[in-house]
């Protein structure tokens, strides 16, 4: 079993950042890829960024190209979710996940979740 807490989100105005973080426990980190993902109001979870297991490979939306950074700290157990650039259509509830094994781009082969956090970018 993996826990996963995330934290960070809050309120921003457009072009501000925030970093979002999550906090792993449980399993040896280092073997599980992580990914963040979002979900607005109405609309389906959508993968923003992964990373794998030694951080060496990321992958990302398209729509936070350039503008959103995902990292990781094995030794702290910990991911990270560096926004910057906000824009309102942001918004949204952003999940940490963790699956064992090779990087992922969907939330179907993630096996532990989060409970989410609410990040808000006004305009």
């Known amino acids: 079993q993996v826990q996963l807490v995330e934290s960070g989100g809050g309120l921003v105005q457009a072009g501000g950042s925030l970093r979002l973080s999550c906090a792993a426990s449980?399993?040896?980190?280092?073997?599980?890829?992580m990914g963040w993902f979002r979900q607005a109001p109405g609309k389906e979870r959508d993968v923003v960024a992964a990373?794998?297991?030694?951080?060496?490979?990321?992958n990302y939306a398209d729509s936070v190209k350039g503008r959103f950074t995902i990292s990781r700290d094995n030794a702290k157990n910990t991911v990270y979710l560096q926004m910057n650039s906000l824009k309102p259509e942001d918004t949204a509830v952003y999940y940490c996940?963790?699956?064992?094994?090779?990087?992922?781009?969907?939330?179907?082969?993630?096996?532990?979740w989060g409970q989410g956090t609410q990040v808000t970018v006004s305009s």
């Open positions: 996940a963790a699956k064992p094994g090779l990087i992922a781009p969907k939330d179907n082969e993630y096996d532990y």
């Open positions: 449980g399993r040896t980190f280092s073997w599980y890829a």
């Open positions: 990373i794998s297991g030694s951080g060496g490979s990321t």
